[in-house]
């Protein structure tokens, strides 16, 4: 059975910082692009970052691009975001999501609410 158990989000003011990691359980976490998606209340879900599995390439939104981080340790099935110079527009549900290139499964985890508010 797949889990994506993400963690560390939270109140936060303008201009600071969190971590979010995401913890995955069932998969071949090496073989699979893991991505970072949010969604804010009314809008639509949209992609924050990916990191590719094999590539090591990252990817971010431009919304995002020089503030948040994305990173992978395999060795511990675990993706993090590290978002820096958070603005109240960042403010969201986060969300972890694995896609196996192997199966072309896709799997989401179940959300970690960020909130950017002084």
């Known amino acids: 059975q797949v889990q994506l158990v993400e963690s560390g989000g939270g109140l936060v003011q303008p201009g600071g910082s969190l971590r979010l990691s995401c913890a995955a359980s069932?998969?071949?976490?090496?073989?699979?692009?893991m991505s970072w998606y949010r969604q804010a209340p009314g809008k639509e879900r949209e992609l924050v970052a990916s990191?590719?599995?094999?590539?090591?390439?990252?990817n971010y939104a431009d919304s995002v691009k020089g503030r948040f981080t994305i990173s992978r340790d395999n060795a511990k099935n675990t993706v993090y975001l590290q978002m820096t110079s958070l603005k109240p527009e960042d403010t969201a549900v986060y969300y972890c999501?694995?896609?196996?290139?192997?199966?072309?499964?896709?799997?989401w985890g179940q959300g970690t609410q960020v909130t950017v508010s002084s």
């Open positions: 999501k694995a896609v196996s290139y192997i199966t072309s499964n896709t799997y």
């Open positions: 990191s590719v599995a094999h590539t090591g390439r990252t």
């Open positions: 069932g998969l071949t976490f090496s073989r699979c692009t």
